[in-house]
């Protein structure tokens, strides 16, 4: 199995910060990754898939960028609706969907 | 709108068995997987298994498989998940998602509470 390592766990950052949450995968997966943001007591809500491909409801602020087994997540002028906690996630044709142990940024 | 509705929360012993359900509204679902996510308190998002509304092929994580049960019904919209016997490290929030470039679509959650 695929193994997804999220890093740093957390990060504080300030409103108008840009940060850059990370994913490692244990082998290559091409660009089969999806983003996540959950905030507490709510399900997660997707922002990405595909690596790249921004869900249309999300703010252009967020962009995501990688292939095979390095990926990123970044947000630029950060703000305080931000704070949450950021999962990536692998999917392989309905076999494999495990996510990353979770990165939580808080606003400072 | 697409969206789910689950089952309410539910409080057992270990060795119960439960069931828990997601109905899907507002779309059809007779061609999406949906699968069933688990979220410890505290802790992260762990992938359980998906089904597929057509035919209910699935498939189980392997860290799940043997102790769960995914089903389907197609005439009610509605997925499943069951225990035979509780444990209580199953004390969790369930979610069901739908599987559409990601994880599209979520339920609220079905929080489960083992305890003797």
């Known amino acids: 199995d695929i193994q997804m390592t999220q890093s740093p766990s957390t990060l504080s950052a300030s409103v108008g910060d840009r940060v850059t949450f990370t994913c490692r995968a244990s082998?290559?997966?091409?660009?089969?990754v999806a983003w996540y943001q959950q905030k507490p007591g709510k399900a997660p809500k997707l922002l990405l898939h595909k690596a790249s491909i921004l869900e249309s409801d999300v703010p252009s602020r967020f962009s995501g960028s990688g292939i095979g087994t390095e990926f990123s997540l970044t947000i630029t002028n950060l703000q305080p609706d931000d704070s949450a906690t950021y999962y990536c996630q692998h999917y392989d044709n309905y076999s494999q969907y495990d996510f990353g142990q979770g990165t939580k940024l808080e606003i400072e | 709108d697409v969206h789910f509705v689950q089952s309410g929360a539910e409080v057992k012993k270990p060795g119960d068995s439960l069931k828990i359900s997601c109905e899907g509204f507002?779309?059809?679902?007779?061609?999406?997987?949906i699968a069933w996510v688990r979220q410890m308190p505290g802790k992260g998002l762990e992938w359980m298994g998906i089904?597929?509304?057509?035919?209910?092929?699935?498939t189980y994580s392997p860290a799940f498989e043997g102790r769960i049960t995914i089903s389907a019904d197609k005439s009610t919209r509605t997925v499943f998940l069951q225990w035979s016997s509780l444990r209580t490290s199953d004390t969790a929030l369930y979610f069901c998602?739908?599987?559409?470039?990601?994880?599209?679509?979520w339920g609220p959650g079905t929080s489960v509470t083992v305890s003797s």
């Open positions: 998602a739908r599987l559409k470039g990601g994880f599209d679509v």
């Open positions: 089904v597929y509304f057509g035919d209910s092929d699935r």
């Open positions: 507002g779309d059809t679902f007779s061609t999406d997987w």
């Open positions: 082998a290559g997966i091409s660009r089969r």
